[in-house]
């Protein structure tokens, strides 16, 4: 029997039973959580009560996706050294979160993005401009999760049929509904702090055992995957095996490259957990282990995806259920069996449970606050529970609705949508927030230019893109109407929404260098930021 056999006809009880007993434990941490989630702090920034190093380990929850677990390992393995590329991409991008964003975010906001945008502009078009831009990426991002549970089942449950995938996607949402609806921010912290310590944990003793079979020497774990990658092998450690084949899969390795490392800073549920500490100075401890921490499982995926080259090859990985995405499931099959893939398997599926709940929460809290509270209400919401029970309603159709689009998308190029969330976050979300941040005359109509014309162009290039249609693995096959030659627009779509963002300024009267005074004083010394965050 093979590796690929071997998932097929894996113990699936053994791998339900893992994930349930951790489902249980969680659910168990969840409710204790929601005891003393009472108000709006609560609900929305778990009342600002966890530690930097808490709060980082979370982040890297948050941050560290099934994508990044199976994607990452099985581009390793297959493309080699293009495949790594995608981890420095993903761990530059912390830098930029570090010193530009996250103490001035945390300083400046209360709970989300839009409240440092209406800091210093007219509140209600700037906050539905930025919930608009919130739930998109979130959306997009949550479909991506949905389907990619969809497909993990199919590979490590055996259940092939689109009925039973279905089901399972029902089941990882309406777990996530009840995380999210009953612990609010404090209780789905504490779910991405185990989730974060068993991926890591998990990682790291594959890595160790990969290290051992090859006597702990890293020029061996490299020099038996491109032994077994045979003619396509002595590829694997040389540049441009996936995007040198032309000047133009190079520009889109270029695009894609600034999407990911311009897009951490502005995915919405990375900003908002920096409201989840007492103070800058711990928003930014967070960030700083929350770098080292995504630094150290990425030098695990090295490891992990060329000891899947060497061990299980690259021939049967792309032959396996799920394809790439098979390879760390197939070395932990090859390395400890059916006991350590089911671990494996439980891990892969904690890790999308945890990730969709950070996402809904996020998305949620966006509707409440913003447009229910600020935007509806005009702010004159007296009763904070009234905003909380619309998050957790707010919540429950999110999760509905990320149920019904998983399914829907489930079998789809779930990278086409990983890359859309990370291209709508750096084109949309980041100029806004940067300008708002660093540019005194920055002023309501730039926002609303930037967010609303960075969205626009990414998404219509996108949906003509060969990502949806004309590529190699489009969305729709069968159909071509594509005519923008890039997969990733972000490098044309980040700029542009620069540029409107400051072309919407000058265009416009609108100017307050007061205010914009305040907050910078705010932003870089915290000055009156706990009054701003506790009422």
Same mark, same amino acid.
């Given at each position: 029997m093979n590796l690929a056999q071997g998932i097929e006809g894996s113990n699936a009880a053994l791998n339900i039973g893992i994930f349930t007993l951790f489902v249980a434990i969680t659910l168990v941490i969840v409710f204790r959580a929601s005891r003393t989630s009472k108000t709006a702090v609560d609900y929305y920034a778990a009342g600002h009560a966890f530690t930097g190093p808490q709060n980082g380990i979370a982040i890297s929850g948050d941050y560290l996706s099934a994508a990044s677990f199976l994607g990452i390992a099985g581009a390793i393995a297959v493309a080699g050294y293009d495949g790594f590329l995608y981890s420095i991409g993903f761990l530059v991008a912390w830098l930029i979160a570090l010193l530009l964003v996250a103490e001035l975010l945390r300083n400046t906001g209360k709970y989300t993005m839009g409240d440092v945008l209406a800091f210093r502009m007219r509140q209600r078009p700037v906050r539905a401009a930025s919930a608009v831009s919130t739930l998109a990426v979130s959306f997009f991002y949550l479909? @991506?999760?949905? @389907?990619?549970?969809?497909?993990?089942?199919?590979?490590?449950?055996?259940?092939?049929?689109?009925?039973?995938?279905? @089901?399972?996607?029902? #089941?990882?949402? @309406? +777990?996530?509904?009840?995380?999210?609806?009953?612990?609010?921010?404090?209780?789905?912290?504490?779910?991405? +702090?185990? !989730?974060?310590?068993?991926?890591?944990?998990?990682?790291?003793?594959?890595?160790?055992?990969?290290?051992? !079979?090859?006597?702990?020497?890293?020029?061996? #774990?490299?020099?038996?995957?491109? *032994?077994?990658?045979? *003619?396509?092998?002595?590829?694997?450690?040389d540049p441009g095996g996936r995007y040198g084949a032309d000047g133009t899969s190079k520009i889109d390795f270029v695009s894609l490259s600034l999407a990911l490392v311009l897009g951490t800073a502005g995915l919405p549920h990375v900003l908002m957990r920096f409201y989840t500490v007492p103070s800058a100075r711990e928003a930014r401890r967070s960030v700083v282990w929350a770098i080292w921490l995504i630094g150290l499982f990425y030098l695990f995926s090295l490891v992990?995806?060329?000891?899947?080259?060497?061990?299980?090859?690259?021939?049967? +990985? =792309?032959?396996?259920?799920?394809?790439?995405?098979?390879?760390?499931?197939?070395?932990?099959?090859?390395?400890?069996?059916? #006991?350590?893939?089911?671990?494996?398997? =439980?891990?892969?599926?904690?890790?999308?449970?945890?990730?969709?709940?950070?996402?809904?929460?996020?998305?949620?809290?966006?509707?409440?606050h913003d447009v229910y509270a600020n935007v509806i209400k005009k702010g004159t919401v007296d009763d904070k529970a009234q905003e909380v029970r619309v998050a957790r309603i707010t919540a429950l159709v999110i999760g509905a609705l990320a149920i019904v689009g998983g399914i829907a998308a489930n079998g789809q190029n779930i990278a086409f949508l990983v890359a859309l969330a990370f291209a709508v976050a750096a084109s949309a979300n980041l100029p806004t927030i940067l300008y708002s941040l660093f540019w005194k005359r920055f002023n309501t109509s730039g926002a609303l230019w930037s967010i609303y014309g960075g969205l626009a162009v990414c998404v219509v290039l996108i949906v003509f893109s060969p990502a949806v249609s004309g590529g190699a693995k489009p969305m729709f096959s069968g159909v071509d109407f594509h005519w923008f030659p890039l997969s990733n627009p972000g490098i044309v779509s980040i700029p542009v929404s620069f540029l409107l963002g400051y072309l919407g300024t000058i265009f416009s009267k609108e100017r307050n260098d007061a205010k914009y005074a305040e907050m910078e004083v705010r932003s870089l010394t915290g000055a009156h930021a706990e009054k701003a965050v506790t009422h």
């Open positions: 479909l @991506a999760q949905m @389907a990619g549970a969809g497909g993990l089942v199919a590979l490590l449950l055996g259940i092939d049929n689109a009925g039973g995938q279905a @089901a399972v996607i029902g #089941v990882v949402g @309406a +777990i996530m509904i009840i995380y999210v609806i009953i612990g609010g921010m404090r209780g789905t912290t504490w779910v991405q +702090i185990i !989730k974060a310590t068993l991926l890591i944990i998990g990682a790291g003793v594959m890595t160790v055992w990969v290290l051992g !079979k090859f006597g702990f020497n890293l020029s061996s #774990v490299l020099g038996g995957a491109v *032994e077994r990658g045979g *003619e396509a092998g002595s590829k694997l450690l992990l995806g060329y000891g899947a080259g060497a061990l299980v090859g690259p021939d049967v +990985i =792309a032959g396996a259920p799920g394809g790439e995405n098979s390879a760390a499931p197939l070395l932990a099959f090859a390395l400890g069996g059916t #006991v350590l893939l089911g671990l494996i398997s =439980a891990v892969a599926f904690a890790t999308i449970l945890a990730v969709v709940a950070g996402l809904t929460i996020t998305a949620s809290a966006s509707f409440a």
